[in-house]
């Protein structure tokens, strides 16, 4: 029970944390952001390496690896194409500072 | 499972990573170092997992990550810009897949050792049914914006009814699950989350089909949400600290980016996902067309730019993107801006189909972001402003969203006041209104506007041709 | 062990969430930020009220009594006065728009 | 210790509504609330332990908790809000003293049940360190502030090297408490504690005791981390959840604003506290009483503004808070508008002895925070104001920090650009600078620049006596 507890607490604080974070992100960068969470839920990857660690049956061992293989979809297209979205977000060559208002 | 203390630090320096790397995602100089940074924290952390397994099965791991990534890798090089919001849509999907599938044999594992508990025995049902919804409505979001399939609205008579009897369904065979088989006795624990997952699918399915296309943005960013909680909620099943660090962050990101567009749509999201009433905003343009409008061709608008205009703004809006134009735009601000023109951007936070995805296509075409003004920068800007240039956008621009008599589905949304601009230019092809179906009366102001009725593209081409010409 | 370790988890996600929280307070109320904070860590007086409470030595029961002193102290303080500076921090009657820029 | 399951969701939520109350404390309007939720939040964390607590204690918990609330509510009623740095130091003194006694009892419990580990071997004599630090060197931080003892820099002989050996001295003594009694076998582990706690108090003294008074907000910001610190050490002690999630985020908050102060004075933070260099700051300035000032009655500078302003801009400082001039201000401003002058205030980051502390003092006397404008937004202003007013302070609006060809403590820090004003008008008592020590040439701009030679709250009130009769 303690160690439920424990994980619930770093729950809470994670979801405060997520808040947080995201909510300072501009909108100039919100599709990027939405695609690079996208890819940090892939480490799901990580129970699924677990997961088919685990001694089984065939089936279980297939779905094992169905999710690896989706899990690593996920994390790798995932962070590949948010770099190629953020690798045209170049800093502008002549620096115009931006008048406020 | 015990973590032991070196993969347990290990995690923890990947959910550092992570945060670090979110947090270099507020500006556009840092956030592609971020991105890296997260993605390091992410080989971290599979590595790290690497030594808490056996060693035997390192032969399938890696057989299936490696097919993951070439698929991952493909994908993600070929996709064009423009179809940013159905390849998230893709990648959340089978990250929600994922989610389900190893919550399901998980479950496995744990009832074969009879070591199913209270925590596991409720959560483990309901991230296959998270992830399972997560998986089809991704699917089924995909194939609506790629035009696949399930176009439109797609709806049945008694659809509610049947969603609520699927979803009674699912929660007596999750019961059964966790009570070993008490309820239905001729299906197996097992079983049972075999069958919830299956009908978790078909229930993914359901929800979605009925909503309009141009909402799937918010039902992707709503899924995204759902897969990271799914992932969360593995970690408690799995006693993993980073996957429910990990699953929250990206829960509570979701969350805020769903609230955000379902926010600046101006309707609340239970109405977006259980009415489908946005399939039939685009019917709700009334036949307006007798009003005199200001029609005028690309020369004439090339004429007035290159003759009067000292400053231009540019709004940009869906039908861009549609229409592919973002290089034909970066030809014009050239234009212009060879003829001595300064040209900003207005860019709205809900133009386009996605949260920020008109920043990324004008970027993607090479124009600095330190000239894509948002909301409350650019619109003091419009009084000195010699014209608005709108492509491809309405809703965004529209005056009706902040007329006090009228009630329409963006009252109270804040817009781009190009009205202040000296000469208003839209480029679309009609005069038929955008996503959410309100007329907009800048058109029929024939002393202001002109109304180049083209396709975004050809309109664009047409106009630098005459603007490098005149 | 695997409890320091937990701990040391929860330690880490609260620096960050520290960092982000405090960061977005504005100067105009850094004083009473700097109060506010410094009578939540007052919440030592929880320690003190544990540790008071464990049997000892007279010397050991006067520490722990001048220990719950001081948290109280702290605790009751710092919340007053920072209550007493915000109260200060009355709404304008005539709200102007204050103009960027 | 195990915590049950209640207590410990008592305490989530306590930690819970501190993040919210902090999170509150972003926006004037909310502020308030904020902190009231943080009590609040204070209230569930210390109900629920009397739930953990064995029933007799109660009296004597009791008894200490009244009494302190009691000091707690007096001092903190009757305190004045130009004392605020010194209030804030003697809470957070007593705070690190709570820790530092705590962590001492811990200790005894712990090493009579044998059950010392490595955990709270190491953490406990940290504990006691930088509690009593904490203790000390706020104690001294109030006397000086409060100008009781230890005024201005306080130095002697080879004083680095006494705390070094002081330090080492600490050192030897804790590892003698963990090894129990090894190293020095006439010590008993739980007097060596003991002879920390006195060591670590001189050191408290011996550290703080160099450093300039005008220092001190800075020292006390970082002795507020430190205590923060300590209370999330002894959480790791007590393996109490709330403590070291509480304790954590203050000294986050402490280390930050820590260094947005020694920031913002443009001095790295080690050679504040290593070097007692603020101290000599006042002397270096240099004889200039030759160069000619504009040197002005109040009637003059009232009649100036009363006939040609239009437009005002305050800048307060220091000098105003050392005055008490706050009250007269407000007088000025009604004053000033009564005529139909706008009036603004300009308020630097580091104005005064604390951040933030000038829009205490001005909200204090009831002018609106939407008057006080911080640098960023208030710049802009000055050009077309006809007069910029700057009573008590100096640095903050001393062009020479910007000025390449000078190398000053304040190079580099972005000041308030009164010199854009059509007039600059001082309230001051003499022409030495402030505490960077640094001269300012706009005192010697006799065409722009009036002087007015007088303690703020009489110059002042002169000034309002002349504007009213103007
Ligand atoms: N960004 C988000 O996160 C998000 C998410 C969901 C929904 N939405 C909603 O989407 C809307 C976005 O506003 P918006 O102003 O960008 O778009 P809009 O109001 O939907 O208008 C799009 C316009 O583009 C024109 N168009 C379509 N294809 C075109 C083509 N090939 N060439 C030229 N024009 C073309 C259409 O007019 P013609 O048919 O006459 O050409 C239409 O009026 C808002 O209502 C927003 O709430 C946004
Ligand atoms: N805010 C913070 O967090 C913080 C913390 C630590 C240090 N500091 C430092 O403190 C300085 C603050 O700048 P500042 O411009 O506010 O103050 P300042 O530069 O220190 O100048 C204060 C001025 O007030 C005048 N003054 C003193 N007593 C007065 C009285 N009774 N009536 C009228 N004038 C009086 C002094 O001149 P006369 O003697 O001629 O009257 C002096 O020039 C900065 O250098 C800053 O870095 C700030």
Redesign the pocket.
């Known amino acids: 029970m303690q160690e439920t507890l424990i994980q619930f607490a770093i729950f809470i604080m994670a979801g405060f944390l997520g808040f947080e974070l995201i909510s300072r992100v501009p909108n100039l960068l919100h599709t990027p952001l939405m695609s690079a969470t996208n890819a940090i839920h892939g480490i799901i990857l990580v129970g699924g390496m677990i997961t088919i660690a685990a001694d089984g049956p065939a089936w279980v061992k297939a779905v094992g690896f169905l999710a690896v293989f989706f899990g690593a979809l996920n994390v790798v297209g995932g962070f590949w194409v948010t770099n190629r979205m953020l690798s045209m977000f170049r800093p502008p060559k002549a620096r115009v500072k931006r008048r406020k208002g | 499972m015990e973590t032991g203390v070196a993969p347990f630090l290990a995690y923890l320096l990947a959910a550092a990573l992570f945060i670090i790397g979110i947090r270099r995602l507020r500006t556009p100089e840092t956030a592609r170092s971020g991105n890296t940074i997260a993605a390091f924290g992410m080989t971290v952390a599979l590595i790290a997992t690497l030594f808490v397994i056996e060693f035997e099965s390192l032969l399938l791991i890696g057989a299936a990550v490696v097919l993951g990534s070439v698929v991952g890798i493909l994908t993600a090089q070929r996709v064009q810009m423009t179809a940013m919001p159905q390849m998230v849509a893709a990648y959340n999907g089978v990250g929600g897949g994922a989610a389900a599938l190893i919550a399901l044999s998980e479950f496995y594992h744990l009832s074969e050792e009879g070591s199913l508990g209270v925590v596991a025995g409720t959560t483990i049902p309901l991230t296959v049914l998270v992830g399972s919804v997560s998986f089809m409505g991704s699917v089924v979001a995909f194939s609506k914006l790629q035009e696949l399939a399930f176009t439109g609205s797609v709806t049945f008579p008694l659809q509610q009814v049947v969603n609520a009897v699927l979803f009674l369904g699912i929660l007596v065979l999750a019961a059964n699950a966790f009570l070993e088989g008490e309820i239905l006795p001729f299906l197996s624990p097992v079983a049972s989350v075999i069958a919830v997952l299956f009908a978790s699918l078909v229930l993914g399915v359901l929800l979605v089909i009925p909503i309009g296309g ?2 799937m ?2 039902v992707i960013s709503l899924l995204n949400a759902f897969t990271g909680l799914a992932a969360a909620a593995s970690g408690f099943v799995l006693e993993n600290y980073i996957l429910i660090i990990a699953g929250t962050i990206v829960g509570a990101s979701g969350t805020i980016l769903t609230r955000l ?1 379902s926010g ?2 101006g309707r609340p999201l239970g109405k977006i996902i259980f009415a489908g009433i946005a399939a039939s905003g685009g019917s709700k343009q009334e036949e307006l067309g007798e009003r005199p409008v200001n029609d005028v061709s690309a020369s004439a608008v090339g004429e007035y730019l290159s003759d009067e205009a000292n400053k231009v703004i540019i709004v940009p ?3 861009l993107a ?2 592919q134009a973002q290089s034909v735009m970066k030809d014009l601000v050239e234009a212009l801006e060879k003829g001595g023109t300064e040209v900003l951007f207005g860019i709205h936070p ?6 920020g ?1 008109m920043n990324v296509l004008m970027t993607e075409v090479g124009i600095s972001y330190e000239k894509l003004l948002d909301l409350e920068d650019v619109n003091p800007e419009f009084e000195d402003a010699d014209a608005a240039i709108i492509v ?6 529209n005056p009706a969203a902040n007329d006090p008599e009228k009630d329409t589905p ?1 009252s109270g949304m804040p817009v781009l006041e190009v009205g202040n601009a000296e000469r208003v230019i839209f ?10 179906g309100v007329d907009n009366p800048l058109f029929y102001d024939t002393d202001k506007t002109m109304m180049l009725f083209a ?2 593209k050809q309109g664009l081409e047409e106009v630098v041709e005459a603007v490098k010409n005149g």
Chains 1, 3 share one sequence.
């Open positions: 141009a909402d943005p918010i567009m600046a749509l809006g869906y039908g549609v229409a809900v133009a386009g189909r996605m949260p995805h491809g956008a309405n809703d965004v621009v963006i480029i679309k092809r009609s005069l038929s209104p955008g996503f959410a396709d975004a």
